[in-house]
């Protein structure tokens, strides 16, 4: 966490602010470009996007680009709608903001940035053309051509945002658990059946998870990944190993 389903969720609630103008900015300099500040001064928000894990707000200066690390979160008016951080403490603590964005009318900043672990950045005009299929855009096609041409851990391939753009450590566990396929099966030893499967998988489990209010709203919740109980499905021990310098979570009894 965070993933492309917290992003997506960020840019439903950054949404409240478009048509807005910026009249102040703070940002913590480490994080973002030299002269952020007289970039984004004084212009107005006019749109909010989202491509893979980076949320992007377009103005009618530059496009603002939010990259999250393992930790961090939008506050929108004040208001913060994922509230569970699974590596955080989950405090929120004035000193862990990163970026405050005051718009018209409000004391408050419109839309914080906090970030405990300071793993995240912000860019302005970022180039994401190295990004491979978003999430919500998915075919059985596209993932089937970017799983063929690699031979890594399929887990792997799907943490690279090149192979599936916004997939995190705790979805990729998800949808390999609901299409029983291993996490260390070579990515090019899926068939087309299996590769179509893990897309549908893929499509509906993000969607329901989105709805519940994110990554952690998994039949792999956090819980389940610190107990390792037995799996729901085949009552198979579950089991916990590391891929690609990630805790993986997964079935032996039905993940082939
Ligand atoms: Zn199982």
């Keep these: 966490v965070p993933e492309g389903l917290e992003a997506e969720i960020w840019r439903q609630e950054l949404a409240l602010t478009v048509g807005r103008t910026i009249i102040d900015v703070w940002v913590d300099e480490r994080v973002a470009p030299p002269s952020f500040v007289?970039?984004?001064?004084?212009?107005?928000?006019?749109?909010?996007?989202?491509?893979?894990?980076?949320?992007?707000?377009?103005?009618?200066?530059?496009?603002?680009?939010?990259?999250?690390?393992?930790?961090?979160?939008?506050?929108?008016?004040?208001?913060?709608?994922?509230?569970?951080?699974?590596?955080?403490?989950?405090?929120?603590?004035?000193?862990?903001?990163?970026?405050?964005?005051?718009?018209?009318?409000?004391?408050a900043p419109a839309v914080r940035l906090n970030d405990p672990r300071r793993l995240g950045h912000i860019s302005i005009d970022p180039d994401l053309s190295h990004l491979g299929t978003d999430i919500f855009d998915l075919t059985?096609?596209?993932?089937?051509?970017?799983?063929?041409?690699?031979?890594?851990?399929?887990?792997?391939?799907?943490?690279?945002?090149?192979?599936?753009?916004?997939?995190?450590?705790?979805?990729?566990?998800?949808?390999?658990?609901?299409?029983?396929?291993?996490?260390?099966?070579?990515?090019?030893?899926?068939?087309?059946?299996?590769?179509?499967?893990l897309a549908d998988v893929t499509h509906r489990r993000l969607r329901i998870m989105l709805q519940r209010g994110g990554s952690t709203m998994g039949t792999l919740s956090p819980e389940v990944r610190r107990t390792c109980p037995a799996c729901e499905r085949d009552g198979s021990p579950l089991q916990r190993d590391r891929i690609c310098g990630r805790t993986s979570v997964w079935c032996p009894g039905h993940q082939r």
Aim: charged share 25%; hydrophobic share 45%; glycine share 10%.
């Design 38 to 107: 007289d970039l984004v001064a004084a212009v107005t928000i006019t749109g909010i996007r989202r491509s893979g894990k980076v949320v992007l707000i377009d103005t009618d200066g530059p496009t603002i680009g939010l990259h999250f690390g393992m930790t961090g979160r939008v506050i929108v008016d004040g208001e913060a709608r994922i509230e569970q951080l699974e590596y955080a403490s989950g405090l929120d603590r004035p000193e862990w903001d990163r970026l405050r964005l005051f718009t018209a009318g409000n004391f």
């Design 140 to 197: 059985a096609r596209s993932l089937g051509e970017a799983l063929g041409q690699r031979r890594t851990a399929v887990k792997t391939a799907l943490l690279n945002p090149r192979v599936v753009a916004g997939l995190g450590n705790l979805c990729v566990d998800e949808v390999l658990w609901w299409a029983g396929i291993s996490p260390h099966r070579p990515a090019n030893s899926l068939d087309s059946i299996e590769a179509e499967l």
